[in-house]
């Protein structure tokens, strides 16, 4: 399985952005998928989840409101949609997918990593 993120860059405090995450090798219906983010000097921080079909999503209350996590199985891609920034959300962000995630907001039940695509909010 292989996960490439993009849709990352600069952007002032109060934009947005849309992150995009490809996903190859498996049946891309039968993972969960999730976004995480690491900032410097920090831990990877979970973001948003959805389940295999779309109809369960799950967030962090950090991002809960301005983020919106999204998927299109017949794309074989994953969306996270991004407002009303703030320089905080500077961050390298993941994208990951897994079969039977017991608990989204953990990374421990993610087996496939993307590379990760840098976001930078300037104020």
């Known amino acids: 399985v292989q996960l490439q993120a993009s849709g990352g860059g600069l952007v002032q405090a109060g934009g947005s952005l849309r992150l995009s995450c490809t996903f190859s090798?498996?049946?891309?219906?039968?993972?969960?998928v999730g976004w995480f983010r690491q900032a410097p000097g920090k831990e990877r921080e979970f973001l948003a989840a959805?389940?295999?079909?779309?109809?369960?999503?799950n967030y962090a209350d950090s991002v809960k409101g301005r983020f919106t996590i999204s998927r299109d199985n017949a794309k074989n891609t994953m969306y996270l949609q991004m407002n009303s920034l703030r320089p905080e959300d500077t961050a390298i962000y993941y994208c990951?997918?897994?079969?039977?995630?017991?608990?989204?907001?953990?990374?421990?039940?993610?087996?496939?990593w993307g590379q990760g695509t840098q976001v930078t909010v300037s104020s």
């Open positions: 090798g498996r049946t891309f219906s039968s993972y969960a």
């Open positions: 990951a997918a897994g079969r039977g995630v017991a608990d989204p907001r953990g990374t421990y039940g993610y087996h496939y």
């Open positions: 959805i389940n295999w079909s779309g109809e369960s999503t």
